[in-house]
């Protein structure tokens, strides 16, 4: 997962912050933050399973702090996660990434920029929509659903991380999930008037 080119230049420090969930992966395989300052990506930060982190659950809110002390903060700067998978399905799910400058010089001194801001993109679109799913995520067999519109006769599908639809249906509230595999997925449901899609996170 490589970002966009970014000047940072400008700053004489940059926090990189994330959430994460990991699927699958053994006992020391890791995952690593990179960052690249025109003279290829070097490794700042690594997080290895069984030390750092365990499969199945959110991480809380991981901070990474760039300082120009001891980093080149330039022009035309990128960052990079990778995971050190074996090929059994190992994943490593990243989400909310925030990037943030702290200024240096002139009026920028002592303020806080923002760089970049990747959202919860589906949650929170759907959450304006009224599109609830509970417990989330889910440990047992049973994803409950419940529409604002109180119109639940509703058929949906649920798709996996890699596109492949894995489960359709029809309901009024309730979905057995008890088949499937720990990791993440999206549930689509259609209530006769519109799709909406949300994600949702299978437990052991």
């Not at 025109?38 to 809380?60: E, H, P, Q, Y």
């Not at 996660?81 to 925030?98: H, K, M, P």
Request: hydrophobic share 35%; glycine share 8%.
């Amino acid at each position: 997962m490589t970002s966009p080119s970014f000047d940072l230049s400008p700053y004489n420090e940059v926090e990189f912050s994330f959430y994460f969930y990991a699927h699958s992966m053994e006992n020391n395989e890791d995952f690593w933050l990179q960052y690249n300052d025109g003279s290829g990506f070097t490794t700042i930060k690594t997080w290895t399973r069984g030390v750092d982190f365990n499969n199945g659950s959110f991480s809380n809110k991981i901070i990474v702090t760039l300082n120009a002390s001891q980093y080149n903060l330039v022009n035309n700067a990128q960052f990079r996660l990778r995971c050190d998978a074996s090929g059994n399905n190992d994943q490593i799910f990243i989400d909310q990434v925030v990037i943030v400058g702290d200024g240096t010089s002139g009026s920028a001194r002592g303020t806080t920029n923002k760089i970049l801001s990747i959202p919860e993109d589906e949650v929170v679109v759907l959450e304006k929509n009224n599109f609830k799913l509970y417990p989330n995520p889910v440990k047992g067999a049973v994803l409950n659903i419940k529409l604002s519109s109180g119109n639940n006769n509703i058929s949906y599908k649920i798709i996996n991380m890699l596109g492949q639809v894995v489960n359709v249906g029809k309901t009024t509230k309730e979905v057995m999930v008890g088949n499937l595999e720990a990791g993440v997925y999206y549930i689509e449901v259609n209530n006769g008037k519109e799709k909406m899609t949300k994600r949702f996170v299978k437990s052991n």
